[in-house]
């Protein structure tokens, strides 16, 4: 099993980025991915989140700026983040749910089976 975060770097204030998680060695398409991320010193947090039926949830903060999506066929979920801030700087991480039911926050990170290394974002003023 692994999930492998790509696509962070340095970037200036308003600016874009696009993440990449690739997935392999388990059933991509019954599991649900979020995209969590942590600064330093501050808890690890859910910024957005796709069902494995395609439906979107992102934190307040993200909102209007983020964007997540899915490619099944080629076993990847993207994050495209758009006018980014220097609070967005953070390492980024995906991680996969295969039991989402809608019962639950997406943004517990106990309820994901699997986790990948992060990618660091660092957004400057």
């Known amino acids: 099993v692994q999930l492998q975060a790509s696509g962070g770097g340095l970037v200036q204030a308003g600016g874009s980025l696009r993440l990449s998680c690739a997935a392999s060695g388990f059933a991509f398409d019954y599991f649900a991915i979020g995209w969590f991320r942590q600064a330093p010193e501050k808890e690890r947090e859910g910024v957005s989140f796709?069902?494995?039926?395609?439906?979107?949830y992102n934190t307040d903060a993200v909102k209007g700026r983020f964007t997540i999506s899915r490619d099944n066929a080629k076993k990847r979920v993207y994050l495209q983040m758009n006018n980014l801030k220097p609070e967005d700087t953070a390492v980024y991480f995906c991680?996969?749910?295969?039991?989402?039911?809608?019962?639950?926050?997406?943004?517990?990170?106990?309820?994901?089976?699997?986790w990948g290394r992060g990618t660091l974002v660092t957004v400057s003023s």
């Open positions: 991680a996969a749910d295969r039991d989402y039911d809608g019962s639950y926050f997406w943004g517990s990170t106990g309820e994901y089976e699997y």
């Open positions: 796709i069902t494995n039926s395609g439906d979107t």
